[in-house]
C-alpha cells in the first residue's frame, strides 16, 4: 500500500485534472442507473397500464441518457489519458535524471539492460497502475456504490442476498494479492535478466561473429528465456487456479438472488418489475467485480515495478555535485600527494601516488596493462573519490571543489572514443551547446577532422551512427579531440588516444594532439612512444605504483620498466630526433 500512496503522490501535481477525471467518472457512473430504472418502468408502470403515449418518450430518453454517458466516456478517456502520460512523463524524466545523477560506482555493478528495463518497462507499468486506477478502480468503485444505493433503495433484503458473495470474493482477492507478489517480482526479474544478456549480445554482435559462437550464445539466451517463461507460468497457474472459483462464486449470488426474488414475489412482497431492474442492475453492480482479476494483476505488477523504480529514486545522489568551491580561474596546477585507491576490497589499483604537474606541462603515464593509469585520471575527474591521500588543484583538496565546476574544466579524451546516434554536429556541441558551425568547422580543422567531414555527403549533419560505428576508428578518435578542442578546457586527460589507429592516422591525431595540450595541463596514458617521448615527465607504472620517473632520455638510460617497455613496443620510435633530445637534455 505505501508504494501505490507513493505512486499516486505524482497525481497531486495535476489536481485540478485529477478532480476533472472524479467528476466526468461520477456523472458517467450516475447514468448507469438509467437502464435498469427504464426496465423497471416499464415492466411495472407502461405496459401494465397500457400507456401507448410513454412508451416513446421513456425510450427516447434512455437512449438519451445512454448517448450522453458515452459522450462523457469520450471525454473522460481523452481526459485520463493527457492526465496519466503527463504523470508518468514525469516520474520518467524524474528517474532519468535521478540515473545520470549517481555516481559511477554504481554503474560498475549495474547491468546496462536492467537499467533499461526500468524505464522502459517498469515506468509504464507504473502508468498502467495509474491509468488503471483512476479510469477502472475508480469508477468501478462509484458505480458498484451507486447501484448498490439503488438496489438498497428498491429491496434491502434482495440486495443483501444479492451480495452475500462479496466477503468471499474480497478474502480471495486479499489472498492472492498477499501471496503472489514475489511471483510477480520473480518474474519482472527475469525479464530484467533476459534484456540485460540481449543488450551485451547486441551490443558485442561483432564478437561472437567473429569468434562464431551463435550457437552457445544462443543456449544463453535459451536459459535467460525459460526463466522468464517458468516464472511467467508460475504467475498463470496462479492466476488459472484463483479467479475462476472467484467468477462462480460471484455468479452465484445471481442464482440465490432469483430464487429470493421468486419467493417474496410469490408472497406477494415484490413487484416483477424490482425483479427486473435487480436483473439489469446485476450486470453493472457485479462489472467492478469482473475487474478485479486484471486489476489486481495489473496493480501487483505496478507494486513491484514501482518498488524497482523507486529503489533507484531513494539512492543518494553524487556528492558534491553542485555544492563545493567554483574558483573564478583555474590555471593548472595539480599535485597528487601520496595517492591510494581499491576498487571494492580488492587489492590497492594504485597506491602511493606522488606527482606534481605545474600548469602547461604534459605528465605521461606508461605501464603494462593493470599497472592503474586510468584509475589516476578516473581519480582526477573525481569518478571515484580517493581512498588513501589527496589530489589538490591549484592548492585547494579536489573534493572541496564542485564536480560540475571541475568537470567543466577537464577535457577527456579515451581510448574508445565514443560518439552518440545522432549528428556530427550534435556530437561536437556537447563540449559547447551554443557553438556555431563555424567554432565546429575550426575545431575540426585544428584536430586534422575537417577534411574527411566535409566529405561527407551531410557534413555535419552525418549521423555517425550507434557508438560511431559509421566512422572509422581514427576518425572518431579525431572527432573526440575536436570535440575536445571546442571545449577549451585548462586540463586535458588522454587515455591511449592513438592506440588503435594505423600510423598515418596516429600522425594526424597526434599533430591534433600537440595543438591540443599546448597551453594546458595535460595528463597522457601512453601506448606508442610518440605520444609521451616529449613529456615533461613520464611516469612509468607497475602493480599500482610509479616505479620510476623522469625524461625520456634519462629513463632510456636508466635501462628500467621504462626502457624495457620501449624495447618491447617502441621500437619504431626509439631514437628521438635532436629536437626532442636537446629538450630531453
Not at 458498484?144 to 478474502?171: D, E, I, K, R, S
Request: aromatic content about 8%.
Amino acid at each position: 500500500m505505501s508504494t501505490l500512496r507513493r505512486i499516486f503522490c505524482y497525481t497531486a501535481r495535476y489536481r485540478w485534472r485529477a478532480c476533472l477525471a472524479f467528476a466526468l467518472a461520477v456523472a458517467g457512473t450516475l447514468l448507469v442507473l438509467v437502464m435498469p430504472a427504464m426496465t423497471q418502468r416499464f415492466v411495472d408502470d407502461i405496459i401494465p397500464n397500457r400507456r401507448w403515449e410513454a412508451i416513446w418518450p421513456t425510450a427516447l430518453l434512455a437512449v438519451g441518457a445512454i448517448a450522453l454517458r458515452q459522450l462523457i466516456f469520450t471525454a473522460r478517456m481523452l481526459s485520463n489519458n493527457a492526465f496519466e502520460q503527463a504523470v508518468v512523463h514525469d516520474l520518467r524524466r524524474e528517474l532519468y535524471d535521478k540515473i545520470q545523477r549517481l555516481p559511477i560506482k554504481w554503474f560498475d555493478n549495474q547491468p546496462t539492460g536492467d537499467i533499461m528495463t526500468r524505464i522502459g518497462s517498469d515506468v509504464p507499468a507504473i502508468e498502467k497502475v495509474i491509468v488503471d486506477g483512476i479510469d477502472q478502480a475508480l469508477s468501478g468503485l462509484l458505480q458498484f456504490g451507486v447501484v448498490l444505493v439503488f438496489l438498497l433503495y428498491q429491496h434491502a433484503g434482495l440486495t443483501l442476498v444479492t451480495l452475500a458473495p462479496m466477503p468471499v470474493v474480497a478474502l480471495a482477492t486479499w489472498l492472492y494479492a498477499r501471496r503472489n507478489e514475489s511471483r510477480y517480482r520473480d518474474a519482472s526479474e527475469a525479464s530484467s535478466a533476459l534484456n540485460s544478456m540481449l543488450h551485451d549480445n547486441i551490443a558485442g554482435i561483432r564478437q561472437i561473429k567473429a569468434y562464431t559462437v551463435e550457437p552457445q550464445e544462443l543456449q544463453r539466451f535459451d536459459r535467460h528465456s525459460a526463466q522468464v517463461r517458468r516464472a511467467q507460468l508460475t504467475v498463470a497457474k496462479a492466476n488459472a487456479m484463483t479467479w475462476p472459483g472467484v467468477s462462480l462464486i460471484a455468479e452465484a449470488g445471481i442464482v440465490a438472488m432469483m430464487g429470493a426474488a421468486a419467493y417474496w414475489i410469490l408472497q406477494g412482497e415484490l413487484k416483477v418489475g424490482t425483479l427486473m431492474a435487480f436483473l439489469v442492475s446485476w450486470g453493472f453492480l457485479f462489472d467492478p467485480l469482473s475487474r478485479i482479476n486484471p486489476l489486481t494483476q495489473t496493480f501487483l505488477g505496478g507494486v513491484v515495478a514501482g518498488k524497482r523504480v523507486f529503489a533507484i529514486l531513494d539512492l543518494g545522489d553524487e556528492p558534491n555535485w553542485v555544492e563545493g568551491l567554483r574558483p573564478a580561474e583555474l590555471r593548472g596546477q595539480v599535485e597528487f600527494q601520496n595517492v591510494g585507491f581499491s576498487y571494492a576490497e580488492k587489492a590497492p589499483a594504485v597506491r602511493g601516488i606522488n606527482v606534481l604537474a605545474q600548469p602547461g606541462q604534459t605528465i605521461a603515464f606508461v605501464g603494462p596493462t593493470g599497472a592503474g593509469k586510468s584509475t589516476l585520471l578516473n581519480l582526477l575527474t573525481r569518478f571515484y573519490e580517493c581512498g588513501e591521500g589527496r589530489i589538490l588543484i591549484d592548492g585547494t583538496p579536489l573534493e572541496a571543489l564542485s564536480k560540475e565546476w571541475l568537470r567543466d574544466h577537464i577535457g577527456y579524451v579515451t581510448q574508445e572514443s565514443f560518439l552518440f546516434n545522432a549528428s556530427i554536429r550534435e556530437n561536437l556541441q556537447l563540449a559547447k551547446p551554443q557553438a556555431t558551425d563555424d567554432e565546429l568547422w575550426a575545431a575540426l580543422a585544428a584536430a586534422n577532422a575537417d577534411g574527411f567531414v566535409r566529405r561527407l555527403e551531410e557534413g555535419l549533419g552525418t549521423v555517425a551512427g550507434e557508438r560511431g560505428a559509421k566512422l572509422s576508428g581514427g576518425e572518431r578518435q579525431r572527432l573526440s579531440i575536436a570535440r575536445a578542442l571546442l571545449k577549451n578546457p585548462p586540463i586535458l586527460l588522454l587515455d591511449e588516444a592513438t592506440s588503435a589507429v594505423d600510423n598515418e592516422t596516429e600522425k594526424l591525431i597526434q599533430e591534433a594532439l600537440d595543438g591540443l595540450r599546448s597551453h594546458r595541463t595535460s595528463f597522457v596514458i601512453a601506448h606508442r612512444l610518440s605520444t609521451v617521448r616529449g613529456a615533461h615527465l613520464i611516469c612509468a607504472m607497475e602493480g599500482g605504483r610509479i616505479v620510476e620517473s623522469g625524461r625520456h632520455e634519462a629513463l632510456l638510460a636508466r635501462g628500467g620498466l621504462y626502457a624495457r617497455l620501449a624495447a618491447a613496443g617502441f621500437r619504431d620510435a626509439a631514437a628521438p630526433g635532436p629536437a626532442e633530445a636537446g629538450e630531453a637534455s
